[in-house]
């Protein structure tokens, strides 16, 4: 698998899956989660409604994942997975790996070949950037999964900085 690093906009990618730091009603809200739906249209959020009615009542788990239709981004699919909030007193960074994994699970069963990657958590979360830069290219890196290209798409230049520290320090 091959792992490269953009610094943009999640919504512009062209991939075949893209994945969205939900929340756990699905139904949209800030960050990228607020960018996919609105970029991706009205599809997405009556793909998330459904699979409320029909399977997550109560919400999407923290570190699950699943897919819906991409709507009008550039992708074939959208995968949801919901991050754990940061905690300063209980270690939560198998939920955050949990999120990588089960994407790429999500995406793998789909076929998909090119997955991108916000960072996770480290948004409103409040996961720092740095730890979550590392959990996220662990994770990725021992996936072992048919995807192809594993793309991480950082919005500003702090979490560009971030993922390539972690990448650097992986191949070390």
Request: charged share 20%; hydrophobic share 45%; net charge neutral.
């Amino acid at each position: 698998m091959h792992i490269t690093l953009v610094r943009g906009d999640i919504t512009e990618q062209q991939v075949d899956a893209v994945v969205n730091a939900a929340n756990s009603s699905l139904m949209g809200g800030g960050g990228v989660d607020g960018a996919i739906h609105r970029r991706g249209g009205p599809e997405i959020l009556q793909a998330c409604r459904d699979l409320r009615a029909a399977q997550y009542g109560k919400g999407l788990p923290t570190g699950q994942a699943v897919a819906t239709t991409a709507g009008r981004l550039p992708a074939r699919w959208v995968v949801h997975t919901v991050g754990p909030v940061h905690s300063r007193t209980e270690d939560r960074s198998h939920l955050l790996a949990s999120c990588y994994r089960e994407s790429l699970r999500v995406a793998s069963s789909l076929g998909a070949a090119t997955v991108a990657f916000p960072a996770i958590s480290t948004g409103i979360y409040g996961w720092p950037l740095d730890d979550g830069a590392r959990v996220a290219i662990r994770t990725v890196r021992a996936a072992g999964t048919p995807v192809e290209e594993v793309r991480f798409v950082l919005f500003d230049e702090a979490a560009y900085a971030a993922f390539q520290a972690a990448l650097l320090n992986e191949v070390a």
